[in-house]
């Protein structure tokens, strides 16, 4: 992870409480068309969670779009033969009420149980 991408991470954790804040005041109305959740706002709190989370978004694009090389005269292949990367991920789909959990070892996939449990609880008491 870079530096962008902390900064991207920060910038979602801002927007995200600032749309809270917003459906708190009623600045912001949360909704459904068909299985997609959207927002409708207005007032300073949708200006500013909307602001946060588009400069996430370009962050962290920028992000991954940069690459940090000191060595021009690297070898990635010699690199590759003597340092073995292991990477590891997984991910939740929400369709409706239903979860579709993936991972690519065991521990993931149950840390990505556990958090799906953990978003249809807070959906529910936001709906």
Do not use: W
């Not at 556990?114 to 936001?126: C, E, G, P, V």
Request: overall charge neutral; glycine content about 12%; charged content about 10%.
């Amino acid at each position: 992870m870079n530096k962008y991408h902390g900064v991207s991470f920060l910038c979602f954790i801002f927007g995200t409480i600032f749309f809270l804040l917003g459906i708190n005041a009623g600045d912001v109305e949360v909704g459904f068309f068909l299985i997609f959740p959207f927002l409708i706002g207005s007032g300073p709190y949708a200006a500013f969670g909307f602001l946060f989370i588009f400069l996430a978004i370009v962050l962290f694009m920028f992000g991954l779009a940069t690459r940090k090389s000191d060595d021009t005269s690297f070898d990635e292949n010699a690199y590759e033969t003597h340092h073995k990367k292991s990477i590891k991920g997984g991910g939740v789909i929400l369709i409706g009420p239903v979860p579709i959990v993936f991972g690519s070892s065991q521990k993931i996939a149950i840390l990505m149980i556990l958090l799906s449990i953990i978003l249809i609880i807070a959906l529910s008491f936001f709906f």
